[in-house]
């Protein structure tokens, strides 16, 4: 995903994500794709929109669309009761704002470039569809997602071929 | 992009719109030397700027334009319209090659020759004299040529020096054009085909200059169109912020934030204003290239057209602007090509030979509306009737029962502009469909007018702005939505037991209103969604027109009306077909925004688009001088009428299912038992066949009225002369053309509730001890039978006179009445003054008094109605009459 950053790799550059938790599984975001965290707050369903789509909603005057990230997992919606405690991370794409709907903000990692590996590819094909590498974390794997396949593959489409 | 360059650009296709314009109107009054000296000066610009920029082919074309141009200045040469062709032709080359330039930034490969030819030869052809005699002979072979420049013996044309013999291009143009006009427009002709199909769109045109008039001087400061955007954006921003602040402090009740606040609105208010108006246009600079489309169309075929233009300084907004453009080009064409006759049938029907297109603009209530009229033929109504038959548009039955103002309404039907149509119908109404669909896009509707003989006249009603509409904010089961107001017709309320009610043929929804029967959608059924199961039954219906289709929205409720700020749709959403965008309410609250449009595809599943029938109703439900009467035979073929207003349904009855109990007949209708009574007074219901029944309802209770036949509607102004006709009759009135008996639907009523209703007030009287006493007063007979009846069925004791010296007599006589219900103009008698009375009466100043008045809210208020009454109440509105008496009667009961 950052080629010119490979161009450097003798280096060996540092990269830092933003870590989030889908249930028990740890993921990554990189930090320049991120513009804020915020609390989703008052989502406006919208009728016959895609099903990771889960509504609209207002963030100081913009209008943000709320990107179930659980639902292009292909993982069910959270519990109504730990909802509250979801987390949405604010991203910008082609001028347009969307709030991926995560289940909690982890920290932030610096991590070398170098240490990015591929991934498996026994992997769920969903999610060989929306990530871009795998690091391993002491005890965990911290899957590094794609914000622009996350926004523009749908689930359903197989992506593994 | 070079900033000189894109300057210049930008500049000179302003200034070749001009020149297109003024040259057609140069071409009409050739000696008009402003309009001409505008031109020159503006071609002069246009090619020094050429010069100084390098760009050789444009100064060419320019100079040799200027050249002619300089000739009928000077009065050397006489404008016709072959040399203004050969100007505007030349114009259309330069358009072409700056569109060259817009996209490379060189100008394009190759030259002008042949037309700086024409151009040239135009500019020597009446100098030289000689020429066309001589060359007329024996164009080819004569070698005489004209004057100096080009010189002799060398030709521009082939760049090089002529051989002996050789006669130059120039010449031969020339010598071609002196001695026969119509070739030179062949040749122009010739040149307009070879040309490129018109002129991309001007992406450096960035122009906040209102220039209707060239010449007028206004200071002005090119703005880049995505700033002025920008700024817009954020105002609206801005607006939303504030909406949400007062909203806030209206909850807080915090002092000293409500006076800033106050002031921020005003302030945000005046900047929306100022912002919008930078966006502004005047639609005359949609209009610039409509002259020059209206000369060379009616050129084409022959024919003399006069283009009127009215209220070009209309503005609107820039974004609509752009999006009207295309369809208007498109319409007046059509006016143009087929609207106006030949001159010659023009002519023989008495018509002056040159036919008028008249565009005019005009604000109306926050919309725009461009006319496009001509005075040409009229819609051809009979074959596009038997068009639309054919195409299976409309059912043979549909079309027979179709007004001719609604069969030239098929012209914006989809089916009526397939390619067959164009044969047939000889192109009129083709696009249509594509120009309404245009329209109604940008949340505009279109509208036509023809008379036969007499012309044609296109109306389109658009919005000042796309970027803040008003809109309705409708609950429903699965959230809010906004419904922009341009398309909302009528809000109805829906009960289960009441007038309104929905009703489900196969699992589809209808809701019967007045004379038709209106589709019905619940928003849960289009988005798939079940609705959850609510308790809350009383709903409304929104109903909608999308072009000819009706139909209602089903939704729990109205929470609101606002000016909302569309904002667009994210990517990932404008896939769903049923919203135009979404918008941030005044609570913070995001909602979507329904888009008519798709809703109405929603809705008309297959091609069962329902015809809107019901318009030509509505318009005229305005007009309060005429009423709708419901004609029918009933004993005898003399037709009978009642007010249609009265008319709850009309049932067609199985005459086995009519029962006799005590003499009277019922019938079971919707789980009750419904009084029979027959119109012509004798109970000759039908035995075979189907039994007509116009059914009356009030308060739940039916009655219906068995007719013989039910004829017609009618709408005319009802003069109608008192007869003793005995009981049952008002008096007559001539409908249609006949003499027509008006029933008295009261006298029918009583019958028909008699035990009835005596049943039902022993059941009142448990609450309410006594009817409550109404005093009407009506100079109008008609209207006091009309009346009467129905507030008796309503459970009040009446007491109808026709003068205030009746009541004042009543009044000493030591009457007393809980409500007195007065007309307002009554000839000999002033309801207003009798009010003012009443309220200074030392006995009847505390009963309400209710006007009854078809005037208008500020009328109203002029003649001081408004504060002398409780309330008022408009004439034709029966539901109100007796909603407004029960509230009044109520609320004074509590205040006593």
Known sequence: MSDQK??????????????LYIGDQIFGLPVSDIREVFHPRAITR??????????????????????????????????????????????????EAYGLIVDRIGDVLQLPERDCEAIPCNMDSNWQAISSGIYRLDGQLLIIL?????LGVEPSTEMAA | MDDLLSDFLAETQESLEVVDAELVKFE????????????????????????FLGLPRLEALAHAGETLLGKFRDKALIATPETVSLILDSIDKIKEILDHLTETQVEPEGDDKEIIALLVAASEGVQSESAPKVVAENPVETNQSTEEDPP??????????????????????????????????????????????????????TEVKPTAEPLKLIQT?????????????????????????????????????????????????????????????????????????????????????????????????RQVLELIGDPLTHMVRNSCDHGLEPGDIRVAAGKPEAGQINLSAYHEGGHIVIEVADDGAGLPTSKIRAKAIKNGTISQADADAMSDNQVHRLIFAAGLSTASAVTSLSGRGVGMDVVRSNIEKIGGTVDLNSIDGQGTTFKIKIPLTLAIVSALIVDTAVGKFAIPQLAVVELVRSTETGEHRVETINGTRVLRLRDSLLPIVDISDITGEAAPESSEK????????????????????????????????????????????????????????????????????????????????????????????????????????????????????DPNKIETSGGRHMVQYRNTLMPLVHASGAPTFKETGQQPVLVFTENGRSVGLAVDEIVDIVEEVLNIEMSDGGPGAIGSAVLKGKATEVLDVGHFLTQGFHDWFERKSAMENNEEPAAKRILLVDDNAFFRNMVRPLLSAAGYDVTAIESTSEAWALNEAGVNFDIIVSDIEMPDDNGVDFAKKLAEDLNWNNIPRLALSALEQHDLEKIGAISAFTDVVRKSDRESLISTIHYVLQSQGEAA
Not at chain 2, 236 to 243: F, H, I, K, Q, Y
Not at chain 2, 576 to 581: D, E, L, R, T, V
């Open chain 2, 28 to 51: 009409q009054q050739p000696e008009d030397d402003e309009t001409l000296n505008n031109i020159f000066r503006l071609v002069h610009t246009i090619k020094g700027t050429c010069g």
């Open chain 2, 152 to 205: 002799v013996g060398y030709d521009i044309d082939l760049d090089r020096e002529l051989r002996p013999g050789e006669v130059s291009l120039a010449d031969l143009e020339a010598a071609f054009m002196a001695a026969d006009g119509p070739d030179i427009e062949q040749l122009a002709v010739e040149a307009d085909q070879a040309k490129e199909e018109e002129v991309s769109k001007e992406k450096e045109k």
């Open chain 1, 6 to 19: 490979h161009d450097r790799a003798n280096s060996g550059p540092i990269r830092e994500f933003v870590t």
């Open chain 2, 538 to 653: 009383p709903s409304f219906v929104v109903v909608m027109v999308v072009g000819e289709l009706r139909f209602g929205v089903l939704v729990d409720s109205i929470s609101d009306t606002e000016e909302i700020v569309v904002k667009p749709l994210s990517n990932r959403l404008t896939s769903i077909p049923i919203f135009s965008g979404n918008t941030i309410l005044g609570d913070g609250s995001v909602i979507m925004i329904l888009d008519p449009n798709g809703v109405a595809k929603q809705v008309s599943t297959g091609e069962e688009v329902e015809q809107d029938t019901s318009r030509d109703e509505a318009n005229t439900d305005q007009n309060s001088d005429k009423t709708a009467m419901l004609l029918f035979f009933a004993g005898g073929r003399e037709p009978k009428a009642v007010p249609l207003s009265l008319v709850t349904r009309l049932e067609e009855i």
């Open chain 2, 221 to 317: 400061v090119r703005v880049n169109v995505d700033s002025l955007e920008e700024l817009m954006t954020m105002v609206s921003e801005l607006v939303l912020t504030r909406n949400q602040l007062l909203q806030i402090v209206r909850k807080s009740n915090d002092e000293e934030l409500k006076i800033p606040l106050q002031r921020l609105s005003s302030v945000t208010a005046e900047l929306q204003d100022g912002v919008m108006k930078t966006r502004m246009q005047p639609i005359g600079n949609a209009w610039k290239k409509l002259p020059r489309i209206v000369r060379d169309s009616a050129k084409l075929a022959g024919k003399k057209v006069q283009l009127n233009m009215s209220g070009e300084s209309t503005e609107l907004d």
């Open chain 1, 46 to 95: 919208v009728p016959l929109a895609p099903p990771e789509i889960r509504g609209v909603l207002n963030l100081r005057g913009r209008i943000v669309t709320a990107i179930e990230v659980r639902t292009c997992l292909s993982l069910p919606p959270l519990e109504e009761d730990n909802a509250s405690s979801m987390m949405a991370i604010g991203i910008e794409v082609d001028d």
């Open chain 1, 146 to 150: 794609d914000i622009q396949r996350l």
